[in-house]
């Protein structure tokens, strides 16, 4: 088991968000975690990339537990993180944001070839170079964090909402982008807003619920579950 969470609890000043969350996520799989806002989904993944750490429990990947690592630590296992809100530096060049993905890696002949690889599959890293960040738009600045994730070859990618503010078109290349990452085996942990998408493009999905595991299992018994339907979907995939 690539990932394992056992029995977690973590929160802020005003107590605990995640109240005993055990999951597991296999190697080359994608689990999407869906629920309504305030369940703890984004605080799962600020818990997995170290940001947040755990009251209570453990947090194992390969068999290590990394529960009290430092993000830096977490980054240098191979987990790299999506975050929701835009994090590219908007000062710096397109190209310069996508090299920080690499600043752990000493061998620049990889580096060149891991840029050459993402410029290939985000035509806007190579056409938008040299322009600055901040001048690219809301679904170009997310392709280019895509692209920045890949750098590192991650062995966990987190997504945290990945498709928030998108316009279609560029809602649709995140899906693709995606679906891309999964075709090359890398193994995803989903935070997605549009629950039916998420689930749709995941192998299996995690419903919380005040911050516990209410419902687990492949995508379709989530997406075909009746109660969690109409609680989260706006209805089943047969009402689809």
Partial sequence: ???????????????????????????????????????GKSTILRVLSGLLKPRLGDITFEGRSIAALAPRQILALGIVQVPQNHSLFPSMTVRENVRLGAYMLNDAALVERRLHEVEEMFPVVKTRAGDKAGNLSG??????????????????????????GLDPRT??????????????????????????????????????????????????????????????????????
């Avoid at 600045?141 to 895509?146: D, G, N, P, S, T």
């Fill in 1 to 39: 088991m690539l990932l394992q969470l056992h029995n977690v609890y973590a929160g802020y000043e005003g107590g605990d968000v995640l109240k005993g969350i055990s999951l597991e996520v296999e190697q080359g799989t994608t689990t999407c975690i869906v629920g309504p806002n305030g369940a």
């Fill in 139 to 164: 679904g170009q600045q997310r392709l280019v964090e895509f692209a920045r994730c890949l750098m590192l070859d991650p062995r966990l990618i987190l997504l945290d909402e990945p498709s928030m």
């Fill in 171 to 240: 809602f649709k290349q995140v899906v693709e982008t995606i679906k891309v990452m999964q075709s090359s085996g890398r193994t995803i942990v989903l935070v997605e807003q549009n629950a039916r998408t998420g689930l749709s493009l995941a192998t299996n999905g995690i419903v919380l619920e005040s911050g516990r595991v209410r419902l687990e299992g492949s995508h379709t018994d989530i997406l075909n579950n009746p109660e969690i339907g109409h609680l989260y979907l706006g209805g089943t995939l047969s009402n689809a």
